[in-house]
């Protein structure tokens, strides 16, 4: 019998961090087999180059660190970063776009800060801002949905364009890339056209973009997971999603010309990403539940703000990262009554 | 067991009076809930079956000094004295502390240092002794007549009897059971929740000893002038809570409230139970006393209605055995000092299995290094545990900022914080977050999926911060000191300067002084008187034996020049 002292208590319970990745993995899986059937094996690319990038930049960070790599990369949380990434990522990306993102993820938004825990930003956002202002051009063309393109590229074909640039011959980016759907409100309503007329357009669903309402509802599903199997709380989502449909649909009432609906914005973009796997990350968001709230409606105001009058068709992005900067402020701030202590 | 209630009909009336009292203002009582808590699985069954049987008489029984909060007790017995059981062989040293009482008839082999059950393995003065095997008392009395005695003489009582909190925390009872003249207490709580998996010692108690938890409470009750009697009990116990109620309708004590209560852990923490019977906290470092209630444990009932009603003190208590590691679970009666090791082998000794000895529950109770280690009075559950019952555990991983330490504290802590400041030494802002609120229960660390030792930290943190608050007032008591000295010498050498002044305002008024003849005159003269006196007391000076004849000399010179001065001075004044 070892005879060291081990302090109380003597049991643990069943979580685990690395149980807790998996998990938000798997709820990933539906949605990119979603991303995937939409938008082509583009996006089973782009994931394969993240994890790898992922996985072997917080491994080299951790061997100049020298810190224990296997036990490090078993969290897992290397691999959301990627997978979250990489979804977030054009499907018809060059390889070194994501490339180049991931590894500033782990390198810079997390491995320098200190690893997991340290982070004051989430990692996967950072390194989509970092792309999306530094490659604006790369970003920003976007796989057309099945179903809306004139062709369609083969495993090997997407492989080939990922790797060297080139397609096969006869075929241009202007046939398989389309603008997004808030792309498009965006650059039209900025040509005085009038929302109903843009969404009469053949990009448009039935609430968001076409295709894109579908990857939004896989995300949701998986959110909801999330929430069934308690590796998220329902705070962060309600807020940002309530926050955000309550704030467009004021200005849809105000003007529906000018303002697009609340279904819209939640359907279209990055908002069901953001709001069930970017903002309930628990390192870079607020702690407690009223801070979890207040984080979660700054960001749905944040995201709407930037939509409707930033530079950026989507906002979820600078919307994460600003309200990172803020969680410290804000979990100072709603510190639960400690028992004993008076109330107010 | 058969009970002394034969001061029954002394108290009939008055209870009745408080019975009605009672009756009237609460007749349904309302549960709060408490912030967080943990569902766990309670393996209680393993031990829940088995009725307490006496442990063997132990040969020899090592008794710590100090089993209680306070100051240790002083032995009143030598080595080799022979002493009887129940007989005082410790007193209370000081009002927070209790005596010890031999748990059987014996003979005192040693009072040295012995390796105690303490969480840092540490050693204590202990009383050992050899039992004799007769088990012979030491004259006895039971006070039947407790009701008439007043509440001051009561605990008396239960303070000679060395009665402390046997739900773990060991505060002398008396002290609890002594609201002071001017507070009312309006309830006196009795703990019965044994909220910690694998403990059921207590439930056991109440099964097959029902009688004297309630005894012991009516006692409590008059020693406190409570206005409302509670007992709370988790819901898992039903066996427990049926003995109690069958009790109490069958010693028609309709005044005595037995409130079941969720089971959640930790609902047995003394601030968690009194929020969910009352709604009421315990304000942030207070006592329960501050906000009218007292909380004592199903046992220490039991035990005060021993001490006073058959005038037994406190030498025994249950002791759950139990755990995957040991062959046969059991709830022992057992003497305080009966060495660990006996006890697991009443229990078909331990199996190969066995990971980790644990003192008391699986959230809360410390590690044993050793089996040789002697049950206190404390001492409620030994647990002897195997790799699989620990839970999942895997690598210590960075915080990564969950949450879920916050969802299940108890106390409504923001457990990463604490673990961040602790973890970075930075004390001030761990007290900032309420560090001192922390009971130390558990929840978070068995919640963490990073699997940090998060309580380790908070006790490293608050272990730092008193021995930082010792040395801030050891070094105040220094400053203190030296501030004294500097100006008790300053204040010497301006008395000094004065002196001098004055000496030299006299030497320039005096003409004789002038003279160097009369001056050696004077010194001469007052050498001799100097030696005179000296010779006639014919003491030396205590420090100037074996002196030199030079420095003998120096001395005689220095002291005429002293007499010389005085004699001056005393001119001066004519």
């Not at chain 2, 909220?195 to 108690?205: A, G, M, W």
């Not at chain 2, 005159?521 to 030079?550: C, G, H, Q, S, Y």
């Amino acid at each position: 019998m070892p005879t060291t002292i081990i302090s109380s208590p003597h049991l643990h319970g069943p979580a685990n961090v690395s149980n807790v990745m998996l998990r938000v993995v798997y709820a990933l899986l539906p949605a990119i087999a979603g991303c995937i059937w939409l938008f082509g094996w583009g996006v089973l690319i782009n994931l394969l180059v993240a994890i790898a990038t992922a996985l072997a930049s917080e491994a080299a960070v951790l061997a100049l660190r020298r810190r224990p790599i296997l036990i490090t990369l078993r969290d897992g949380s290397a691999l959301v970063t990627a997978m979250l990434l990489a979804i977030a990522l054009p499907p018809l990306a060059p390889w070194w776009l994501v490339a180049v993102g991931t590894a500033f993820a782990i390198v810079f938004a997390k491995q320098l800060y200190g690893g997991l825990g340290f982070n004051p930003f989430n990692p996967a956002m950072a390194g989509y801002v970092l792309l999306l202002v530094s490659f604006p051009q790369e970003m920003t063309s976007w796989a057309a949905p099945a179903g809306l393109r004139s062709a369609d590229l083969g495993l090997v074909q997407v492989l080939l364009h990922s790797l060297t640039g080139t397609l096969p011959a006869g075929m241009s980016m202007d046939a398989l890339t389309s603008a997004t759907p808030l792309d498009t409100l965006k650059v039209q309503l900025g040509m005085s056209h009038t929302v109903s007329e843009i969404r009469g357009g053949p990009i448009f669903g039935l609430f968001g973009g076409k295709g894109w309402e579908i990857i939004n509802g896989l995300i949701l599903l998986g959110g909801l997971w999330l929430l069934w199997r308690r590796v998220i709380t329902w705070h962060v989502p309600v807020a940002v999603l309530g926050s955000l449909g309550l704030i467009a649909t004021l200005f849809h009432l105000i003007n529906p010309e000018l303002y697009a609906s609340p279904l819209f914005h939640l359907a279209s973009g990055g908002v069901m990403l953001g709001a069930f796997f970017i903002a309930t990350d628990p390192v870079s968001g607020a702690t407690s539940r009223r801070g979890q709230l207040v984080f979660g409606v700054g960001m749905g105001i944040l995201i709407y703000v930037i939509r409707s009058w930033g530079g950026f068709p989507d906002g979820v992005a600078f919307a994460v990262l600003l309200m990172n900067m803020a969680a410290p402020a804000i979990d100072y701030y709603t510190q639960p009554r400690v028992y004993g202590h008076n109330r107010g | 067991m058969d009970l002394a209630l034969s001061s029954r009909d002394h108290t009939e009336a008055a209870e009745r009076m408080m019975q009605n009292h009672t009756d009237t203002a609460r007749v349904h009582r309302h549960l709060w809930r408490f912030h967080g808590g943990l569902h766990l699985p309670d393996h209680k069954s393993l031990s829940s079956g088995q009725q307490i049987q006496p442990a063997a008489l132990p040969k020899h029984l090592v008794l710590p000094l100090q089993q209680h909060i306070g100051a240790p007790a002083k032995p009143l017995v030598e080595v080799g004295e022979h002493v009887l059981k129940g007989q005082m062989i410790a007193q209370a040293d000081g009002f927070v502390s209790a005596p010890l009482h031999a748990p059987t008839s014996g003979t005192v082999s040693a009072i040295e240092e012995r390796a105690v059950p303490h969480p840092s393995g540490l050693t204590a003065l202990c009383i050992v002794i050899e039992s004799d095997g007769e088990e012979r008392w030491v004259e006895h009395s039971p006070t039947t007549n407790w009701a008439a005695l007043d509440a001051s003489e009561l605990r008396n009582l239960i303070r000679e009897a060395g009665i402390v909190g046997l739900g773990g925390a060991g505060f002398p009872s008396f002290i609890k059971l002594n609201p002071g003249a001017r507070t009312e207490i309006d309830t006196l709580i009795l703990n019965a929740a044994e909220c910690e998996p694998y403990i059921t010692c207590d439930d056991r108690l109440m099964r097959e000893r029902a009688d004297e938890v309630i005894a012991g409470a009516r006692i409590m009750r008059h020693a406190l002038h409570a206005r409302h009697v509670v007992i709370g009990i988790e819901d898992n116990k039903p066996e427990a809570h049926a003995a109690l109620r069958e009790a109490l309708a069958r010693l028609d004590r309709s005044d005595i409230e037995l409130i079941q209560v969720p089971t959640l852990y930790p609902t047995g923490g003394e601030k968690q139970l009194i929020k969910i019977l009352t709604g009421k906290e315990v304000p942030s470092q207070g006592l329960p006393i501050d906000i009218n209630i007292v909380c004592h444990n199903v046992a220490t009932a039991a035990a005060v209605h021993r001490a006073v009603e058959l005038g037994e003190p406190l030498i025994s208590r249950i002791v759950t055995v139990t755990g995957g590691g040991v062959v046969a679970p059991h709830n022992l009666e057992v003497l305080i000092g009966t060495p660990i090791d006996d006890l697991l082998a009443q229990c078909g000794g331990t199996r190969p299995t066995l990971a980790r000895l644990v003192l008391g529950g699986p959230l809360m109770g410390i590690t044993l290094p050793h089996r040789a280690l002697p049950i206190t009075k404390t001492g409620n559950c030994i647990l002897a545990l195997t790799p699989g019952e620990f839970g999942q555990h895997g690598p210590v991983r960075n915080c990564i900022r969950c949450g879920e330490c916050a969802r299940v504290c108890p106390a409504s802590l923001l457990p990463q914080q604490l673990y961040w400041h602790a973890r970075a030494k930075d004390f001030d802002h761990a007290q900032d977050y309420n560090l001192f609120d922390c009971i130390e229960c558990g929840c978070c660390a068995y919640v963490c999926p990073a699997n940090l030792p998060l309580v380790q930290y908070y006790r490293y943190a608050k272990t730092e911060i008193w021995a930082q608050a010792r040395d801030k007032k050891k070094s105040e008591l220094a400053r203190e000191r030296h501030d004294f000295r500097t100006e008790r010498q300053e204040r010497e050498k301006a008395e000094r300067a004065a002196r001098l002044a004055k000496k030299k305002a006299a030497l320039e008024e005096s003409p004789a002084a002038d003279s160097e003849e009369a001056k050696k005159a004077a010194i001469k003269a007052a050498m001799e008187r100097a030696k005179a006196k000296r010779e006639a007391a014919d003491v030396a000076p205590k420090n100037t034996d074996n002196l030199t004849a030079d420095q003998q000399r120096q001395i005689e010179e220095a002291e005429a020049r002293r007499a010389a001065a005085a004699e001056k001075e005393e001119e001066v004044r004519k």
